[in-house]
């Protein structure tokens, strides 16, 4: 009340946009995340009626994905309202470098935590280290759930993959492409994601990757290039599946990867760019003044 918001925006839809629904204030805009729309059935009651209402009742809603949505529009948004405005990704950041490893790394940028399935990555990573004898893991010491670190520390031991598990420890966002251009294979393996900034941080740093088979991938995917592939789906939670992809991608040879690395990063640069996403939002908040 004190404030007199000129447009209320909130950044994701359980909580803070439907505190910004119930504020009263309007032009409402609300930004929608994978898990407010995919997780819909399984909130109580009042949430679901309190999510359906204040999609109904903003201006505008913003996401990262179609997925997202369509996801939304079943759930009460009018198909007019919806915006595609994606997080961003730094292209002056995120880009190629070249590193010169001694051994080959598959890098997981994900917080260790069940909804990252860091127990299916090492159960995968088991198989593959008994086959490329020079390959290592690195994990982002990012801990989501202390408990679930220590089963993981368990099955470190269990697999005698203590010397060849690392754990690398959180940076800045600046520094980041590092981790990324040190890894030959980056592996997202999630339970859920709206669009994965991890992905497209990969994607602009022209990685190679592995990801979970799951619905907003499907926008990142180059049709055009046939038999050929710009990313690596898996199946949720499957080991063997998993360690076969990462197989497979780690003895793809740099020669054959590279234009398909810089497809990627061209998708980017047309799709992701940072600077592209302010425009975009901001067209929107000039728009509902």
């Known amino acids: ?75 009460g948004l009018e198909k007019n309202k919806w915006r595609l405005v994606h997080f961003g990704i730094n292209l002056n950041i995120f880009k190629n470098k070249k590193f010169s490893n001694r051994e080959k790394i598959i890098f997981c940028p994900r917080a260790i935590g069940p909804i990252y399935n860091t127990d299916i990555l090492i159960s ?41 598990v690392i754990f690398w420890p959180k940076i800045s966002n600046k520094k980041m492409v590092n981790y990324y251009n040190r890894a030959e294979v980056v592996v997202s393996i999630s339970s859920s994601d709206g669009c994965s900034v991890s992905v497209l941080e990969a994607m602009a740093s022209e990685k190679k990757i592995v990801v979970t088979d799951l619905t907003y991938i499907k926008e990142w995917l180059l049709t055009k290039l046939a038999k050929r592939r710009n990313i690596w789906l898996v199946p949720l939670r499957n080991v063997k599946v998993t360690s076969e992809a990462i197989l497979t ?41």
């Open 124 to 164: 995968a990573f088991a198989i593959i280290a008994k086959k490329e004898k020079e390959v290592k893991l690195a994990l982002l010491e990012n801990i989501q759930d202390e408990n679930y670190l220590l089963a993981i520390e368990k099955m470190i031991i269990k697999y005698n993959l203590v010397d060849r």
């Open 249 to 289: 991608v780690l003895r793809l040879p740099s020669k054959d990867w590279q234009e398909i690395g810089k497809m990627n990063h061209q998708l980017i640069i047309e799709q992701a760019d940072e600077d592209q996403s302010f425009t975009k939002l901001n067209d929107i908040y000039q728009g509902l003044l």
């Open 1 to 75: 009340q004190k404030i007199h918001p000129d447009i209320v925006h909130g950044q994701d839809l359980v909580f803070a946009g439907i505190w910004a629904y119930l504020s009263g204030f309007r032009p409402l805009l609300i930004t929608c995340w994978g898990s407010d729309v995919n997780n819909y059935p399984t909130f109580y009651w009042l949430e679901r009626l309190l999510i359906s209402r204040a999609l109904k009742s903003a201006d505008l809603v913003t996401g990262t994905s179609k997925a997202i949505g369509r996801q939304a529009e079943k759930i």
